[in-house]
């Protein structure tokens, strides 16, 4: 039977070559799914899995249990061999197959290189190094066509010992002459060590491949894992809505049919009392008629007979009938309840959702270059406390152009951007703004302008039992009282910003321009036992507003 023959013109080395170590295969196995590996390869791959009990295969992510029995493909295995074999003849078919220096008219393959002579030989020309006592003390090396590079451009002498100080290849007089004191070792020796050190070289980075090729496998499944996952929300919400629309149609026919049987009480009342009404004047136009009557009478006798008997009848009084309907009314707060619950859900929708969709828990630290001189910053920069003295940590820095010299407010140093959260807690104090900035605000003026909440650059909320939101020196009044934790939310982008406290919260709409920077105020009251105090939250202690 013709052997088969491998061309590499036919097959790349990339179709055998191992997708684990992208190295051409050693010793290939190929397990159930029909993909080829190189036996350790696959093997530590698997040795990775082993606490999961759960195999996969690197390429397509096919699982098997229990662990597959790996054998040699026997066939793979020989036509690998065999395309090493084809391209080792290709690649060989360059500079390192050398003519013979001697043939003349047809050139036949060198097949030794000599250090002495400087020359390569074809078998024939070869015989004399051979035979001739002369000719044998010359150094035959493998064919080689750079013979020049093998000898020392000093000595002309064959390069084999290794300088390790230097760290270059000399000749025998080299190591006489400048590296006698130095640190050598033939360059068999040193190949062998060097060659160890490339061995592991090489292990290191095909660990590095399936490392990596182990993250991208995980990257690929995290994919999946969220694309699963967000198919789960969005069918679980459309359910949820669903729902949500069901139970808010029920409501608004309950609300429909309450508004009806209101309607038709009011009705029947207001009927009710208008025929009554009706009733009593058409008994009130008899009479009416009967004293016109008598009152044309010209008979005196007859006149004063009927008068009494006429007067005797008793006559409606105005109270007899009591006016209960209501003639203003109106369904007014029924529209009013369900204008606020349709902006308390659209309200919900917009925060909550948006919140819970792409906020970061920003974690901030006071700046001391803008802190007041009686404020007192705690060493991590997460705590500021007013304090009747001048604090020391002003003084280094006390014309320092970011410092606020008369109000006494503080900013933090990162800028809120984005969508972001963060919580601080109050002390008892009723004197506290948490307030939000631009950078470009005024810091030196003792007049109003520099205050939080009384220009167009800041907004603030005023901590206290009654308290109030502040911007562009406009006060509005929030619904409270407030608790000792309060939370921030930003959306820079939608120019949303929002305070929560354990059960209220106040919302403002606005654009944003600048960057914002988080900002303290704090004023101690007359009399006060306890310093005012605001502290920067941990994210990991979130109160859970959100």
């Not at 590296?179 to 980075?205: A, G, N, P, Y």
Request: hydrophobic share 30%.
């Amino acid at each position: 039977m013709a052997e088969a023959r491998i061309s590499t013109d036919q097959f790349s080395v990339d179709n055998f070559s191992c997708p684990v170590c992208l190295d051409l295969l050693k010793d290939p196995v190929t397990i159930n799914c029909g993909h080829s590996f190189c036996m350790l390869c696959i093997n530590c791959h698997w040795d990775q899995e082993q606490q999961s009990g759960v195999y996969s295969c690197p390429q397509c992510r096919d699982t098997f249990t229990p662990r597959p029995v790996l054998r040699r493909n026997t066939m793979l295995a020989e036509v690998v061999e065999k395309l090493k074999k084809a391209t080792f003849q290709t690649t060989s078919v360059g500079p390192d197959v050398v003519d013979c220096d001697f043939c003349t008219g047809k050139q036949h393959k060198a097949v030794k290189s000599c250090l002495v002579c400087l020359t390569s030989l074809c078998e024939t020309h070869l015989e004399p190094h051979l035979k001739l006592p002369a000719l044998r003390k010359h150094r035959l090396i493998e064919v080689s066509s750079k013979l020049q590079e093998k000898l020392c451009s000093q000595h002309d002498e064959v390069l084999k010992i290794y300088c390790r100080t230097d760290q270059r290849c000399i000749c025998s007089l080299c190591l006489l002459d400048n590296h006698k004191d130095h640190k050598t070792v033939s360059v068999t020796s040193e190949r062998i060590e060097k060659q160890k050190e490339l061995d592991q070289k090489h292990r290191e980075i095909q660990q590095r491949i399936m490392r990596k090729q182990k993250k991208v496998q995980e990257l690929k499944q995290a994919v999946i894992n969220i694309q699963h996952n967000a198919q789960a929300a969005v069918e679980n919400s459309e359910i949820i809505f669903t729902e949500l629309i069901s139970c808010m149609e029920k409501k608004r026919l309950e609300v429909v049919g309450l508004i009806r049987d209101q309607e038709k009480v009011e009705l029947s009342r207001a009927q009710e009392i208008l025929d009554k009404l009706e009733e009593e004047i058409v008994d009130l136009k008899k009479r009416t008629n009967e004293l016109k009557q008598l009152s044309q009478t010209q008979d005196h006798v007859c006149f004063l007979k009927n008068f009494q008997s006429i007067l005797c009848v008793p006559v409606v009084r105005e109270d007899s009938v009591s006016i209960t309907v209501n003639q203003h009314f109106s369904f007014d707060r029924v529209k009013e309840s369900l204008s606020y619950l349709k902006n308390q859900i659209s309200e919900f929708c917009t925060e909550e959702f948006s919140k819970n969709l792409g906020h970061d828990y920003l974690y901030l630290t006071l700046d001391p270059n803008t802190s007041h001189p009686h404020l007192s910053l705690s060493e991590d920069n997460r705590v500021v406390t007013h304090s009747l003295r001048q604090q020391s940590n002003a003084d280094p820095n006390a014309d320092h152009p970011d410092r606020f010299d008369h109000w006494r407010q503080v900013l933090c140093h990162e800028s809120v951007h984005g969508r972001c959260y963060w919580e601080v807690e109050l002390s008892r104090d009723d004197n506290l703004e948490i307030s939000v900035c631009y950078k470009s605000i005024s810091r030196k003026t003792d007049a109003k302008e520099g205050k939080f909440g009384y220009n167009s650059q800041s907004w603030s909320l005023q901590c206290s039992s009654s308290p109030y939101f502040w911007h562009n020196n406009n006060k509005t009044e929030v619904q409270g009282p407030l608790s000792s934790r309060i939370g921030v939310y930003v959306d820079h982008g939608a120019g949303t910003l929002s305070f929560y406290s354990i059960s209220e919260s106040y919302r403002v709409q606005t654009m944003f321009t600048q960057p914002l920077y988080a900002g303290f105020g704090l004023v101690r009251r007359i009399g006060a036992i306890f310093a005012p105090t605001v502290k920067l939250c941990d994210p990991r202690c979130s109160s859970g507003f959100m």
